[in-house]
């Protein structure tokens, strides 16, 4: 029996009930409201500006947008009124993202991010250069990356019950896109999430100290050209649990579903927990590969883990 999170695909479902937007002209008078003030301004980064330094949530008006915005400073919240009935599509901010991110921390809610693309082949939704980032019911789809990150090692990100669809790609020469890339930050937490479709690259590329990746679903079955499922290439501690994996056929790197440790070692990986995990090709495919591939000969937990034939549960690399 295939087990998927409900919850992603009932964000996915929301959206995709929202009727066809008209892909709005900019300024768009009162789109977008500073809800501690009631101040309404056309451009998003009016009303980032707006709050500056300071703390606010702006809610935006449902509707598409080709807009961008760039965060300098203070704890902004971003806030569709219901998840998928705001999207940013097809315009990026200096080069790299419809929101980039520098300020103290942000937390987006409900808005979908759709055709980022850039010349260096890394434009993504949102490019966090520093600071806290939380991220709820986003969907990210069919653009270079989905969520790409700079270093900030006291920083941490939570992403929770949102999609991926369509992201990452190797065809450029700033190298591969992933559906996440993140950096060398402090904790990384993705939970109740999907992934699905990869155009090339991971689905999760990590280099944070401590990951918590739970209850997600890896479907790789229309992906092409992609690799690993999660790639945590400077080492981590924390737990990767109570996911379902599945490979598919048209793989650049089908040798493992999660790699450990395969670049340059930032952190300890002891104590690392991989358990209560589903892992299987799509049906009809016969190849091997290995479940968690380890470059670093650490200790890590392994323990009830569903493991299909043809896949070897571990390997020291």
Partial sequence: MTRKPSFALNALAAATLVPAAVLVAQP????FT????GQSFGTLQEAVNAIGQGRGTIRIQPGTYRQCAVQEAGVIVYEAPQPGSVTFTARSCEGKAAFVLR???AEIRGITFSNMRVPDGNGAGI????GALNVAYGRFENSQQGILTADDPQGRIYITRSTFSGLGTCENSAGCAHSIYIGNYSSLTVRESRFERGMGGHYVKARSAEVVIENNSFDDANGKATNYMIDLPAGSIGRIADNWFVQG???ENYSAFIALGAEELLHPSDGLKVENNEARFVPGLTR???FLADWTASRVVMQGNKIAGGIKQYEQR
Avoid: Q
């Avoid at 768009?28 to 789109?31: I, Q, S, T």
């Avoid at 500073?34 to 003030?37: F, K, L, N, Q």
């Fill in 28 to 31: 768009v008078p009162e789109a």
């Fill in 249 to 251: 056929r048209d793989k």
């Fill in 288 to 290: 091997n590969s290995v």
């Fill in 127 to 130: 490019r966090l250069e520093k």
């Fill in 34 to 37: 500073v809800v501690e003030t």
């Fill in 103 to 105: 300020g103290v921390g």
